[in-house]
């Protein structure tokens, strides 16, 4: 069962225009909604994350829109920049005392031309 | 900034053979966990170390694997006879709390079953 669904696979983006990547969840006990970012070589780095309680959250270019009632979730890279071209992953977790597993999406490959 | 170490970047393992893959967390951090992610695929949890103990664990965790934190500082997953199936990048990740507070990941080892 895949609990969290990610779209689109790939995206091509200008510079300067606005990257949009949606998840989807399944479980709604799920609390914790992370962003992470993968460069080759390299591993995720967390970019931004969401709790279910705010609808919004932004770090300079980075912007998290987040629906409860529909279970989904968006990431919004504005003025986007080649240097933005990487993997980015969503992931949920479920509330824990001792560790939590990130649950990942499949990924989103972006591109952004010069 | 502080940062997960782990090595070696790249492993190179006969079918059948042990592999101990090794990771140092941050040092104040208190979760350790293991994820892996099979080439072009996305990021699988494996599991989940607090308190000496294993926290939580995914499916793909079977009796061929164990985790163990020898000393204060590093942290290692071990593959008792290694499958053609475990080839894959592993990434170690460690976070401070586990009131979802960030996972911090590792560059990856890459394993490579022959």
């Known amino acids: 069962q895949q609990q969290v669904k990610q779209s689109p696979q790939s995206l091509i983006v200008q510079k300067g225009g606005i990257s949009i990547i949606n998840c989807a969840y399944e479980n709604t006990a799920f609390d914790y909604f992370p962003w992470y970012q993968q460069f080759p070589g390299k591993g995720p780095a967390l970019l931004i994350a969401?709790?279910?309680?705010?609808s919004e959250k932004k770090e300079g270019r980075f912007t998290i829109s987040f629906n409860k009632s529909a279970k989904q979730f968006s990431l919004h890279i504005m003025d986007s920049q080649p240097g933005d071209s990487a993997t980015y992953f969503c992931?949920?977790?479920?509330?824990?005392?001792?560790?939590?597993?990130?649950?990942f999406g499949k990924g989103t490959s972006l591109l952004v031309t010069p | 900034e502080p940062e997960v170490t782990q090595t070696p970047s790249h492993q190179v393992t006969q079918m059948g053979q042990e592999v101990i893959l090794r990771c140092v967390p941050i040092s104040n951090h208190l979760y350790f966990y293991w994820y892996r992610q099979i080439l072009g695929q996305k990021v699988e949890f494996l599991v989940s170390?607090?308190?000496?103990?294993?926290?939580?664990k995914s499916e793909i965790f079977d009796d061929q694997f164990s985790v163990e934190r020898p000393d204060g500082s590093n942290f290692t997953l071990k593959i008792r006879s290694t499958k053609l199936e475990d080839s894959a990048m592993y990434f170690c990740?460690?976070?401070?709390?586990?009131?979802?507070?960030?996972?911090?990941f590792g560059d990856g080892t890459r394993l490579s079953i022959l």
């Open positions: 992931a949920a977790s479920l509330p824990s005392n001792s560790g939590y597993a990130l649950n």
């Open positions: 170390f607090y308190n000496n103990e294993i926290s939580e």
């Open positions: 990740a460690s976070s401070w709390s586990s009131s979802n507070q960030p996972q911090h």
């Open positions: 969401i709790r279910p309680d705010v």
